[in-house]
C-alpha cells in the first residue's frame, strides 16, 4: 500500500485546518466543501508526520459506514492498515468502554444491547400489567418520552422532579412506565442506545481516575457533523478533554436538522464559549454544485438568525438555472416532475436522480408514475438488511450460542418457529427467572440438568433446552469453520424450513438473507474479528449504512438524504404546511429556521441540476374537493433572476394539450381558439348545446350539452351520455383535463 502526502490536493483553507495543533479547532464545513476529506488528512499528516502515534486518536461520526468510509480514507493515504485505530460512531465507542469498565458502575460486562423491537416488546408488557389499553397510548409514544428524558436527565429520579404538576395524559404514562422500563432493564441486564452514552458519562462522573485514564489514552479527538451531536455525546466529549484540549470539531449549523433526534444547535454555535481561545476556520469552496445552485440555496438560508455568516462559492461554472416546476394541482406536478425525469433518463443515462420530500406519505405518486413509465427506482430508507425478521431471528439464535445468559435473544427465538410453547408458559418461565435473579436458560439448565424442579418442564421446554445446550456446546469445541456452525444452527433449529413452510411467496428472499447474513459472518471472523463483537456490530447498524449500488432513481426524505449526492435534484410539494411543515408555523422561530435548514439541505444535494415544484391546488379525499395550497414562503425568499418557472404558470397552458374536445372548450370557457385546429369539434358542440337548450328536460338529470362541475376535474361539458349495463357513462370534455368517461353513479357532477 502506498503512501501520498496528506497535503497534496487541499485548498488554503483545508491546508489551514489540517495544520493547526495549537488548541481547540472548530471547522465550519459549508455543503459541499470537502469536509470528510479534511478531516481523513488532518488524521492522516498526524500518523505521516508522528505527531500523535494512531493509538492515540480517536475519530467519532454518526453511522458506520461513514466510520468505515474514514478509516479506508485514512489507510489510503498513510499506506498502512490502522485496524487497531479507533474510528468510529458514539454509540460504538461507548459499547468498548462499557464492555471494560461498567463493572464499576455495578453492571455485568455481558450485558445485553437492547434493540428498539424488544423496548417495544418490553413497553407492551408493561401496558399489559398496569392493564394500560394499547388504544390508549402507543410504546413508540412511550419509547420517545423515555429517550427524550435519557437525553435531558441523568436519572429515572431527576426525570420525575422535573415534571410539572399538571401532566397530559400522554406524560402521565410516560411517567409511570419510564421507571418499570428501568427496573426491567436492570433485571434483564440490558442497555438500550441512550443507556451507552449515559451510562459511560456516569462511569467518568464517579470515577475521575477512569476518566483520566481515557482521556490521557486518546490525546487527539476528532468528531464529524458535529452540528449533530445531542447532549450527552457533547458531555462525553467534554469527559475525554479533561487533560488536554486537542480537540478539533467539523460541522456546519446551517445542516443541523436532526432536533427531533435530540441534537441541538447550540452545541455547535456554543462551542467557542465551552473551549475558550478556540481556531474557527471556515471551508467556503463548494465542490459540488453550480454557481446558480448555490445561488439559490444561499438566498434561502441567510434568513436564518441562529448561524455564522459564510458565503459559498463554486468553480463550476454558472450551470443551468433552477427551474420552478408548478402544477394547477398535485396530479400535473407529479407529470411535469416524471415527464422531466423520463428525458433527464434518456439524455443522461449514467446521471443520478433524486426526488426529495418533506413527508413519507408524498412518494407513492411518485413511485406509482415511475413504475407506469418503466423507469426503475429505489425507495431509500425502505427496510434495512440487518432490521429484517429473518436477519434479526438469525442473529438472536446466534447470541444465544456466545452468550446462553442473553434473555433477550431467548425471548426472540424460544418460540421461533413455532414449538407449542406457549405465551403463558414464556411468562412464567421469565416471571421464575426474575424472582430467583438468573437468567432464563440458567433457570432451565438447573430444572432439567440438576433436576432442582424449580419450575414445570415439559416436553417442549425440555426440546428447546437441549437443542441450544448442543448448539453451545458445539460453538465451544471451535471445530466447525464460522459458516458452518452458522449453516448448522440455521437447518438444525428448524428455521429453515419454518421460511419455507411459512412464507410461500418470498421464502426464497428470506433463506437468502439469512445465507448473506452466515456469509457476511464467515468473511469477518475469519479476518480475526471474534463473534461477539461481530453481533455486537449488527445490533448498532441502521437502515442509513446500507446503500442500493444500482440505482439511478432514488426516493427519499429530505432527512435521508443528508450526506448524500445526486446529479439532479427535484424537491417536491413545496407548499407552506408541507416545507416548511405545518408544525413549525405554529411554534417559534427556531422550528422555522430548522425547516429552513432542511430546504438548503435539500437544495445542496445537487450537482449539475435543480428543480423545484409545487401544486397550486390539493385534492381532499375527505371532502372531495379541491383546496389551495400557498406555495412555501421559502421560495418567495429566492432571487427572480435565479430560477426559471415552468409547467401550469397560467390556467390557460393546460389547453396547450392536443386532447379530444379541448378546443371547443377554450372556445365555450376563454372565447377564443386556435385557428390552425378544426372548428368541426367547436361547432359539432355548440349544436350540442344549442339543441339540448332547447327541448324540455328533467332539470335534475345529465343530459349531452349541460355545464357540469367536478369536484376535482373542475368545469365541463357533457359531450354524451349512454346507458350501459353497469349504468350510465358520461362523457364529459373538462376544461382543464379534456375528454374523460365517468360512470353516473359515482362521478358526482353537478350541473352549474
Not at 474479528?529 to 456490530?537: N, T, V
Request: glycine residues 6%.
Amino acid at each position: 500500500m502506498e503512501k501520498s502526502n496528506p497535503l497534496d490536493g487541499l485548498n488554503s483553507a483545508q491546508r489551514e485546518a489540517v495544520l493547526y495543533f495549537d488548541g481547540p479547532l472548530l471547522i465550519v464545513a459549508g455543503a459541499g466543501s470537502g469536509k470528510t476529506r479534511v478531516i481523513t488528512h488532518k488524521i492522516a499528516y498526524m500518523i505521516y508526520e508522528g505527531i500523535f502515534h494512531p493509538r492515540e486518536i480517536l475519530a467519532v461520526t454518526f453511522t458506520n459506514k461513514a466510520a468505515r468510509e474514514m478509516k479506508e480514507r485514512v489507510e489510503k493515504l498513510v499506506g498502512v492498515d490502522v485496524g487497531y485505530m479507533q474510528i468510529s460512531t458514539f454509540h460504538s465507542f461507548c459499547l468498548k468502554i462499557l464492555r471494560r469498565e461498567i463493572e464499576h458502575i455495578g453492571r455485568s460486562r455481558d450485558f445485553e444491547i437492547v434493540d428498539v423491537d424488544f423496548q417495544k416488546k418490553i413497553v407492551k408488557e408493561l401496558l399489559k400489567e398496569q392493564k394500560i389499553s394499547s388504544s390508549k397510548i402507543s410504546p413508540d409514544y412511550i419509547l420517545k418520552g423515555i429517550s427524550r428524558a435519557k437525553l435531558k436527565y441523568k436519572t429515572v429520579k431527576e426525570y420525575l422532579d422535573s415534571l410539572p404538576i399538571h401532566l397530559s395524559e400522554g406524560e402521565e404514562y410516560v411517567s409511570l412506565i419510564y421507571p418499570l422500563y428501568e427496573e426491567r432493564l436492570l433485571k434483564l441486564n440490558g442497555l438500550d442506545f441512550d443507556d451507552l452514552l449515559n451510562k459511560t458519562n456516569e462511569l467518568f462522573e464517579r470515577f475521575p481516575k477512569i476518566r483520566r485514564r481515557y482521556s490521557e489514552r486518546f490525546r487527539y479527538i476528532l468528531v464529524d457533523e458535529f452540528q449533530d451531536t445531542n447532549p450527552p455525546q457533547y458531555e462525553l466529549i467534554k469527559h475525554l478533554t479533561t487533560t488536554h484540549k486537542n480537540i478539533c470539531v467539523v460541522g456546519d449549523e446551517d445542516q443541523s436538522i436532526y432536533s427531533f433526534r435530540g441534537a441541538i444547535i447550540e452545541n455547535i454555535l456554543n462551542f467557542e464559549r465551552d473551549f475558550p481561545k478556540t481556531k474557527v476556520i471556515k471551508l467556503e469552496q463548494n465542490y459540488r454544485s453550480t454557481e446558480n445552485i448555490l445561488g439559490v440555496a444561499q438566498n434561502v438560508i441567510k434568513n436564518n438568525i441562529q448561524r455564522r455568516d459564510k458565503t459559498l462559492w463554486s468553480k463550476l461554472g454558472k450551470g443551468e438555472k433552477v427551474k420552478l416546476i408548478v402544477g394547477n394541482d398535485s396530479d400535473r406536478e407529479v407529470k411535469y416532475v416524471i415527464d422531466e425525469i423520463e428525458k433527464l433518463s434518456k439524455k443522461y443515462p449514467d446521471e443520478t436522480i433524486g426526488i426529495l420530500y418533506r413527508m413519507n406519505f408524498i412518494s407513492r405518486r411518485y413511485e406509482e408514475k415511475l413504475r407506469l413509465k418503466g423507469l426503475k427506482f429505489k425507495v431509500y430508507g425502505a427496510m434495512s438488511f440487518f432490521k429484517r425478521k429473518e436477519v434479526k431471528d438469525m442473529v438472536a439464535y446466534l447470541k444465544l450460542c456466545v452468550n446462553p445468559y442473553s434473555d433477550f435473544s431467548l425471548l426472540r427465538i424460544i418460540n421461533t418457529p413455532p414449538r407449542k410453547i406457549g405465551e403463558k408458559t414464556v411468562e412464567k418461565l421469565r416471571n421464575a427467572a426474575f424472582k430467583m435473579n438468573v437468567s432464563m436458560f440458567e433457570l432451565l439448565e438447573k430444572s432439567i440438568e440438576e433436576n432442582l424442579k424449580l419450575i414445570n418442564i415439559n416436553q417442549h421446554l425440555e426440546k428447546f433446552y437441549r437443542m441450544m445446550k448442543g448448539f453451545i456446546e458445539l460453538y465451544r469445541q471451535n471445530k466447525l469453520s464460522p459458516y458452518e456452525f452458522g449453516k448448522t444452527v440455521f437447518i438444525e433449529s428448524g428455521y429453515r424450513d419454518y421460511l419455507e413452510r411459512y412464507f410461500f411467496d418470498s421464502s426464497e428472499e428470506k433463506i437468502g438473507n439469512v445465507e448473506e447474513l452466515l456469509q457476511m459472518l464467515a468473511g469477518e471472523l475469519e479476518e480475526g474479528k471474534e463473534m461477539e463483537e461481530f453481533l455486537d456490530e449488527i445490533s448498532l447498524l441502521s437502515s442509513g449504512d446500507e446503500v442500493e449500488k444500482d440505482a439511478k432513481i432514488f426516493l427519499m426524505t429530505i432527512h435521508t438524504a443528508k450526506g448524500l449526492e445526486f446529479d439532479n435534484v427535484f424537491l417536491v410539494s413545496m407548499e407552506d404546511g408541507v416545507l416548511p411543515h405545518s408544525r413549525s408555523l405554529d411554534f417559534d422561530g427556531g422550528n422555522l429556521e430548522e425547516e429552513r435548514r432542511l430546504c438548503y439541505v435539500a437544495m445542496t444535494r445537487a450537482k449539475r441540476r435543480l428543480y423545484l415544484s409545487y401544486a397550486k391546488r390539493k385534492y381532499n379525499y375527505d371532502t372531495e374537493s379541491f383546496i389551495y395550497a400557498k406555495r412555501s414562503r421559502f421560495l418567495d425568499e429566492i432571487s427572480d433572476g435565479l430560477i426559471e418557472e415552468v409547467g401550469d404558470v397560467f390556467n390557460r397552458e393546460y389547453l396547450n394539450e392536443n386532447v379530444e374536445g379541448v378546443d371547443a372548450i377554450r372556445k365555450f370557457f376563454y372565447g377564443e381558439r386556435d385557428e390552425k385546429k378544426s372548428v368541426s369539434e367547436e361547432s359539432q358542440l355548440k349544436d350540442v348545446v344549442k339543441f339540448h337548450g332547447q327541448e324540455k328536460r328533467n332539470p335534475h338529470l345529465i343530459s349531452s350539452g349541460d355545464r357540469v362541475m367536478h369536484p376535482k376535474f373542475g368545469r365541463g361539458i357533457v359531450w354524451n351520455v349512454k346507458d350501459t349495463p353497469s349504468g350510465k357513462k358520461i362523457t364529459v370534455l373538462f376544461e382543464m383535463y379534456g375528454k374523460k368517461i365517468l360512470m353516473e353513479k359515482f362521478a358526482k357532477l353537478k350541473k352549474v
